[in-house]
C-alpha cells in the first residue's frame, strides 16, 4: 500500500491513500441475532500459514490482527519511482509510518495525499493473485534485509473504492521477508513466524 511503503505492495497504496485480544481465537460475539462467522488466523508456526494470514488480514481489513502480524523490526523497502516521487519519505518505511498507513487504509475512511488532495477510502480488498514464485530461503547478508527466509510472490490486489470512484489494481512481484522464534502454543513447543520485511518491486493501475 504511497507515502513511505506498504508492501510495496502496500506501500504505494498506501502512500497513495496516504478486536483486541488474542488473534487466534477471537472473542465471542455478545450481541443479539445471528452475526455472520468470523475468519480465524491459523497460528502462524510456518511461512505459508503467515503469507495465508496475511490475505485474511488485508480482506478483513484487520488492523490489529495486522500490528500482530509484524515483527519490531519490520522495513518496507521501497521502489526508486517512489523514492523520487516522494523524497522526504526515504528508501523504506520503518514500523511505525506502515502501522499508521494501515490503520488509515483499514479504516475505510476518506482521507487526503501527501499533497492534500482527497482520496476516497478504501471500501474493499480482494486478490486476483498471491502465489510464491520460488520457495523460502535465507537472503544474504548484502541484501536489503539480511538473515531472514524470503520468497518473491506474483501479487494482484484489487482496492475498491466505491461507486464513483475507479479501482486501484497493484499488480507485479513483492519480496515477502519472514522470521520466528520459539514458542509454545497450546502446550506444544512451536515456532512463530511474524514478517519482518517487504522489497515492492509492484505497479499501480
Known amino acids: 500500500m504511497s507515502a513511505r511503503r506498504i508492501l510495496g505492495l502496500l506501500a504505494l497504496?498506501?502512500?497513495l491513500t496516504a478486536a483486541g485480544g488474542c488473534i487466534f481465537s477471537p472473542d465471542d460475539d455478545e450481541g443479539g441475532g445471528t452475526p455472520p462467522p468470523k475468519p480465524e488466523l491459523d497460528f502462524p508456526d510456518s511461512p505459508a500459514k503467515l503469507?495465508?494470514?496475511?490475505q485474511t488480514i488485508y480482506e478483513e481489513k484487520n488492523f490489529d490482527w495486522y500490528r500482530d502480524m509484524l515483527h519490531p523490526d519490520y522495513r518496507t523497502i521501497l521502489q526508486q519511482e517512489t523514492i523520487d516521487q516522494f523524497p522526504d519519505v526515504g528508501e523504506a518505511l520503518?514500523?511505525?509510518e506502515e502501522l499508521r498507513i494501515h490503520e488509515r487504509m483499514f479504516s475505510g475512511d476518506d482521507l487526503t495525499d501527501p499533497n492534500g488532495e482527497f482520496v476516497p477510502g478504501v471500501i474493499d480488498i480482494s486478490y486476483g493473485k498471491f502465489q510464491?514464485?520460488?520457495d523460502?530461503?535465507?537472503?544474504?547478508v548484502d541484501d536489503p534485509i539480511p538473515n531472514a527466509l524470503f520468497a518473491p510472490y506474483d501479487v494482484e490486489l484489487?482496492?475498491?473504492?466505491?461507486?464513483?470512484h475507479s479501482q486501484i489494481s497493484v499488480k507485479g512481484q513483492i519480496r515477502f521477508y519472514v522470521t520466528s522464534k520459539d514458542s509454545l502454543h497450546e502446550g506444544t513447543p512451536k515456532?512463530?513466524?511474524?514478517?519482518v520485511g517487504q522489497v515492492d518491486l509492484t505497479t499501480i493501475n
Open 51 to 54: 503469507m495465508s494470514n496475511f
Open 158 to 164: 484489487l482496492f475498491n473504492r466505491g461507486q464513483g
Open 191 to 195: 515456532q512463530y513466524y511474524q514478517m
Open 94 to 96: 520503518e514500523l511505525d
Open 13 to 15: 497504496i498506501a502512500l
Open 136 to 140: 523460502w530461503q535465507v537472503s544474504p
Open 132 to 134: 510464491p514464485e520460488l
